[in-house]
């Protein structure tokens, strides 16, 4: 009790349905960060609690709305499943193999001092320029 998960998750799907509509963000950063979630979940804590861990309102909260933040995430491509990827890979090992319940936050906050790294790693294509030789 106490968590941000505390949330109505149709609400928080609602809400990523519309930004999507809007073009206001990109599925990218949460279809990385659930589908790792998910797949995780499913390795290490096994079928039967994957409906809860994929519809806590702390995980859509986070990979629709905090994730995707201009400022602090990628801008290209590559760089944003990267991001979300280890969203999710962060989000599972911190509550599962560290002493933090909540690993959304702590995940993203992590995986935001990447995006430097990540954008010189995958760098966007830039149109009309001549390719080296």
């Given at each position: 009790?106490?968590?941000?998960?505390?949330?109505?998750?149709?609400?928080?799907?609602?809400?990523?349905?519309y930004l999507l509509?809007?073009?206001?963000?990109?599925?990218?950063?949460?279809?990385?960060?659930?589908?790792?979630?998910?797949?995780?979940?499913?390795?290490?804590?096994?079928?039967?609690?994957?409906?809860?861990?994929?519809?806590?309102?702390?995980?859509?909260?986070?990979?629709?709305?905090?994730?995707?933040?201009?400022?602090s995430s990628p801008c290209t491509p590559l760089a944003q499943v990267v991001f979300g990827i280890g969203c999710g890979i962060l989000t599972c090992v911190i509550p599962n193999f560290g002493g933090y319940a909540e690993g959304v936050c702590f995940a993203i906050l992590l995986m935001n001092l990447t995006t430097p790294l990540l954008e010189r790693a995958f760098p966007p294509r830039v149109y009309g320029e001549a390719k080296g030789k």
């Open positions: 009790a106490g968590s941000m998960g505390e949330t109505c998750a149709i609400a928080l799907l609602l809400g990523g349905i509509a809007r073009r206001v963000i990109s599925l990218r950063i949460p279809l990385a960060y659930l589908g790792t979630v998910a797949v995780l979940t499913l390795l290490i804590q096994g079928p039967d609690l994957l409906l809860e861990q994929m519809l806590s309102g702390g995980l859509l909260l986070g990979a629709i709305f905090m994730a995707t933040d201009y400022v």
